[in-house]
């Protein structure tokens, strides 16, 4: 039996993350559309995932999370100041709260919403066709039933990792979470070349997707450190030799582990900006004393 059958469930933005782990959960049967509910300002957006998936919608953020066990905040960073400010103080202390939102620590998190349990997870963009990957930490006061819920709703995304210590959720949002951002600039590189030697532009990308979606397979069916797959296909003075040196040549190597680590000091640098806005607003919020 699912974890999360007779779990109620809040999804506080409506965006395309929440509706698919709506989704994924409704379509695998774990979360019955009557233990859901959402919130989001449009009235459009609201009609539309009801009549879609058969789910509660609210107009507000604070009654949507009073109706469930699980909170999931889904909204855009730029909003998550104001709708912590919207749940200050209002959620019982059974409550989980699970948060995917980019940059916003769980210390924020706690000192935004006066709550403890709380679970940090960072999905990434192949998660809206179930094939994502997501990381996700929890505090001490999560309960292992808690837990299992998380597993189940990070689940319907694709593959979920469990760490114990934040900055490794962090290291991830570089790695895993920005990740396809650095595969799809290699990946239009790639077209942009086959377009340059004389293929059609579709083509050119049907030839890269393939290529691409094969060597990920090949890599995780074969298990096979990534040096020793590719010296399987590199014949001397042949050209993957050739291609290889050039690409060592531009540093291709070095580009990427600076780019990895760029986003990792970024992440860094949001997540302390949004703990000092919390810590703002908590002090001048007379239930945060």
């Known amino acids: 039996m699912s974890p999360l059958r ?11 993350m929440a509706e ?68 200050r103080g209002n959620l019982k202390p059974e409550q989980m709260v699970m948060s995917i939102v980019a940059g916003a620590p769980i210390n924020a998190l706690a000192t935004g919403l006066l709550h403890s349990a709380i679970v940090r997870a960072m999905p990434n963009t192949p998660a809206q066709i179930g094939e994502g990957m997501t990381v996700w930490t929890a505090t001490p006061q999560v309960q292992e039933r808690q837990r299992q819920q998380v597993q189940a709703l990070l689940g319907s995304l694709g593959h979920e990792l469990h760490v114990e210590e934040e900055k490794l959720l962090d290291m991830a949002t570089a790695l895993s979470g920005t990740g396809p951002t ?23 990308q049907e030839l890269v997707q393939q290529t691409m979606l094969g060597s990920v397979l090949f890599a995780r069916e074969t298990n096979k450190h990534p040096a020793e797959l590719r010296n399987m296909v590199t014949s001397p003075g042949g050209t993957s030799a050739e291609a290889i040196y050039q ?42 004393s």
């Open 20 to 87: 698919s782990m709506i989704a994924g959960t409704l379509k695998r049967g774990l979360l019955p559309p009557e233990n859901v509910c959402i919130s989001h300002p449009r009235e459009d957006r609201r009609e539309e995932l009801r009549a879609r998936y058969g789910v509660h919608a609210e107009a507000s953020n604070a009654v949507a999370a009073d109706q469930t066990d699980v909170v999931v905040l889904t909204v855009k960073p730029q909003v998550l100041r104001s709708v912590l400010a919207e749940l």
């Open 182 to 204: 650095y595969i799809f600039l290699v990946m239009e590189a790639l077209i942009d070349a086959g377009v340059h030697m004389g293929f059609s532009r579709r083509v050119a």
């Open 247 to 288: 690409m060592e040549k531009g540093a291709l190597r070095t580009v990427l582990s600076k780019a990895v680590y760029a986003a990792y000091e970024r992440t860094q640098t949001l997540s302390a900006a949004a703990i000092r806005a919390v810590n703002e607003d908590s002090h001048r919020d007379p239930r945060g």
């Open 6 to 16: 007779t779990t109620t469930v809040s999804f506080l933005g409506a965006g395309a």
